[in-house]
């Protein structure tokens, strides 16, 4: 087991050394509010937090979302929403959770990003349904400076309806359309920058499914540069898998981390209650 270091009042281990921390504070403590500094710090060092078998209810992950930044409002307004594939659970969004399948950022077509996300495990799934998680800021951090030099200023086009042709490929008209009329304002698209400059200084990668071109860039080079980022950002230094046990908790940093469910029964009831963190601009 690595080392556990305890930073003030905050008990934590390192998952990798450029990504990940389990944390080890009791339910109390962490519900106190007194660590939420030193865990949004946390959040944005290593861009994974695992608390494991915390076993939140609704109200106390609402309060713990609060207490670490402040819960936006998900879907439908709801503070809790229910991530299932399941449609007598949730009708609604499993054509579109599908392509959680696929690394992505939540939120791409929000006007203000999701700064970040908490995960709770309610029901397992029979077999697969790990999510990945990719650090995007350290993954930035080791690209060579040519690299960071070339692509500091560069545009993307996001698009919904570019994360849907992954897991349908041959959509209807009518299907592409639906897609193209989602995100704020039915624009269907939202330009934001690939590399997000943070408030604090640092900067991170905003790749994933909705990314669909670089502005100023011919299709070719567009897609070149995307999945070779995409590529670099997702290997393994950066990469951490989370294989749920009931009750874990798992908290993201949207703005600079990449993530991914794998692969399940869609039938099996898999269960995770996700609440959203505001953030500030896409800049």
């Not at 609604?92 to 939540?106: I, P, Q, R």
């Not at 939202?190 to 991170?204: A, F, M």
């Not at 099996?268 to 896409?282: D, V, Y």
Request: overall charge negative; charged content about 25%; aromatic content about 8%.
């Amino acid at each position: 087991m690595a080392d556990v270091i305890e930073k003030t009042r905050l008990k934590f281990e390192r998952i990798k050394p450029k990504v990940g921390a389990r944390i080890l504070n009791s339910k109390d403590e962490i519900l106190s509010g007194e660590l939420s500094d030193e865990i949004r710090d946390l959040l944005e060092e290593v861009g994974v937090l695992v608390f494991p078998q915390i076993d939140f209810t609704d109200d106390e992950q609402v309060k713990f979302t609060n207490s670490v930044g402040g819960n936006a409002r998900e879907v439908r307004g709801q503070e809790v929403f229910p991530i299932s594939l399941d449609r007598s659970v949730n009708q609604e969004a499993v054509e579109y959770l599908k392509g959680s399948l696929f690394w992505h950022v939540d939120g791409t077509m929000n006007a203000v990003p999701i700064r970040g996300s908490v995960l709770s495990s309610k029901v397992l799934p029979t077999w697969g349904g790990n999510t990945e998680f990719a650090n995007c800021y350290t993954a930035y951090e080791d690209l060579p400076q040519e690299t960071k030099d070339k692509i500091d200023d560069l545009r993307v086009v996001h698009s919904m309806w570019n994360s849907q042709l992954y897991h349908c490929p041959e959509p209807t008209l009518a299907q592409l359309e639906d897609w193209m009329s989602k995100g704020e304002g039915g624009k269907g698209e939202r330009e934001l920058p690939l590399v997000y400059k943070h408030s604090s200084g640092r900067k991170s990668l905003i790749l994933g499914n909705t990314a669909e071109r670089v502005v100023g860039m011919s299709s070719q080079e567009s897609a070149k540069l995307l999945h070779g980022l995409r590529e670099h950002a997702t290997s393994e230094p950066y990469h951490y898998a989370h294989e749920w046990t009931l009750g874990d908790a798992v908290m993201w940093d949207n703005t600079g981390t990449l993530h991914r469910a794998m692969p399940y029964d869609p039938d099996c009831g898999r269960l995770l209650h996700r609440t959203i963190i505001k953030g500030e601009s896409w800049g």
